[in-house]
């Protein structure tokens, strides 16, 4: 069981950034790919970003590519999600997730998940 924690949501001007922590903390985090998620109002979860933990392997969804970028810190047991250049359609509640290396990555309901945190992009 993996334990996570966002933080960095916020509301900020379309053009603007902003940067999400997620704090993991449990067993076998090296065995995890870790992830971001997000939900717009109405909407169904989807995939954001994901990134492994024991090497530097990252995916994105195309509305993100090129604007966003995930990282991680070993030392700090975090993952980083930096999002630049934000726009309207940005707006959501944006859930960290751990999962199995073995598990789907773009699959909305596997792994562990954080509370979420708010993400709103004014225009």
């Known amino acids: 069981q993996v334990q996570l924690i966002e933080s960095g949501g916020g509301l900020v001007q379309a053009g603007g950034f902003l940067r999400l922590s997620c704090a993991a903390s449990g067993r076998n985090l090296l065995t995890q790919r870790m992830g971001w998620f997000r939900q717009a109002p109405g909407k169904e979860r989807e995939f954001v970003a994901t990134?492994?933990?024991?090497?530097?392997?990252?995916y994105y969804a195309d509305s993100v590519k090129g604007r966003f970028t995930i990282s991680r810190d070993n030392d700090k047991n975090t993952v980083y999600l930096q999002m630049n250049s934000l726009k309207p359609e940005d707006t959501a509640v944006y859930y960290c997730?751990?999962?199995?290396?073995?598990?789907?990555?773009?699959?909305?309901?596997?792994?562990?998940w954080g509370q979420g945190t708010q993400v709103t992009v004014s225009s």
């Open positions: 997730n751990a999962r199995s290396l073995l598990a789907s990555i773009r699959e909305s309901n596997v792994g562990s």
């Open positions: 990134i492994t933990w024991s090497g530097t392997i990252t």
